[in-house]
């Protein structure tokens, strides 16, 4: 076989690997969604109060968050392939276990062992891109990854309400299990962890880039150099408030704020959410094209960002937090499809710190967005228990969703402090700064 058969064939091979990983991705976003949906069963199965129930959601987010340097760590040295086969397997064995949860405790286990499992899945992915896809590829891929891990999420709405209205959530996610076993197989078996695991050249040869190659630092030392690297953070809390605001929406309180405020259906109200989470899906592929295309990183999240900051301010200030329903769908589309500049992050976080990190690089910024997620929903949570018997329902929403926009208002200051690489890796001039 010579050269140009061994690239064609990585090409082609490459897109099978990507495809087996990101079906666990998908998996990721459905948990990461689904807990809203079915809020009032389980309430009526355990009898818990808002803030129990935004901390059991809280519970996959604490875990994925607190898991996401081990898992650039174990991305970095054990390899994809087994890290997410391991974690998709937990996953599955967390979501039965919380489908089959005889007391609100095991729920709690259930959904930890769901957010371990499900926290590998991501890093290894943007590992296994900067092996097999070029570096001119890696924000487009970073967005149609999110494209297609969003999917999850738009079935953990209104497919998951019709699920759960036909067969109890209870049976829903105990299936959501095996199959999230069934990918831990396929991952196993398919996955590879560098071009090189089958006789083919790497990327950095196929790019030319050998002569210029760096020795990886030790993991130990490599993690402390990107976490003292001032340009890695920027990017952190950008996804921090944009992600947490947003899933506090789509993921915990916004089913409850359409039914509750506008007295619709339950089902109806995911229609809503579905739209929100279809624009995210979307907004990862735009906002990744928009940024290769013009070679920017930073321009890219200014201009979406602004606008994302905006659709949380109609939504909270007009009509006192109760924005004319038919403004909802646009509102709701535009508001997901500006608010994945987070998708950058993870690229500038990749392109100022050494090649070789790419995984405990990603994952350090990957935390914000699960950091966002952990904290805003429970402090929304207390603000329903403290003032529902206060306040009118709308003014209620209105006082909870004022943390989502506060927190879009400061991940979007974050943005001017954002190193721009022009979407190349740009670690050799950081260290001569």
Known sequence: MNQSQEIQKLKTYRWLIWGVLVLSYIIVFFHRLALGVVREDLVA???I????????????????????????????????????????????????????????????????LVGIGVSVAFIAILKVQSQWFFEREFATMSGI???????????????????VAYFTWRSTFAAIGVISIVIAILCYVFVKNSPSDMGLPTIE???????????????????????????????????????????????????????????????????????????????GIVVGKFSDAIQSRKKPMLI??????????????????????????????????????????????KEVNHPGLAGIS?????????????????????VFDNYGEVLSVTALYQKAFMYCFIASVVGFLFVFLVKETHCRNIYRENTQE
């Open 205 to 283: 040869s196929i790019e030319g880039k050998e002569k210029k190659a760096m020795k990886t630092p030790p993991l130990g030392e490599g993690l402390k150099e990107a976490l003292l690297n001032w340009k890695t953070w920027p990017s952190f809390f950008v996804f921090a408030g944009f992600f947490g605001a947003f899933v506090s929406l789509t993921g915990t309180w916004g089913i409850s704020y359409l039914v509750e405020v506008y007295e619709i259906t339950r089902q109806a109200a995911t229609n809503y959410t579905t739209v929100a989470v279809l624009g995210l899906a979307i907004g």
């Open 145 to 163: 990854t999110s494209f297609v891990g969003n999917l999850g999420g738009i079935f953990a709405q209104t497919p998951l309400a019709i699920m």
């Open 304 to 349: 979406f960002g602004s606008i994302y900051v905006i659709t949380w301010a109609i939504l909270v200030f007009v009509n006192g937090g109760k924005p004319p329903i038919g403004i909802l769908y646009p509102l709701f589309f535009i508001m997901g499809i500006t608010c994945p500049i987070f998708v950058l992050g993870w690229a500038c976080s």
């Open 362 to 382: 990603t994952s350090i910024v990957n935390i914000g967005g699960f950091f966002g997620g952990a904290v805003l929903p429970p402090l929304l949570g207390r």
């Open 49 to 112: 109060t808002g803030t129990t129930f935004a901390n059991l959601g809280s519970t996959y987010f604490y875990a994925y968050m607190v898991m996401q340097i081990p898992s650039g760590i174990l991305a970095d040295s054990l390899g994809a392939r087994k890290t997410v086969t391991i974690g998709t397997l937990l996953a599955g064995i967390g979501s039965i276990v919380f489908g089959y949860a005889p007391s609100i405790a095991m729920a709690f286990l259930g959904r930890l």
């Open 45 to 47: 199965t355990f009898g």
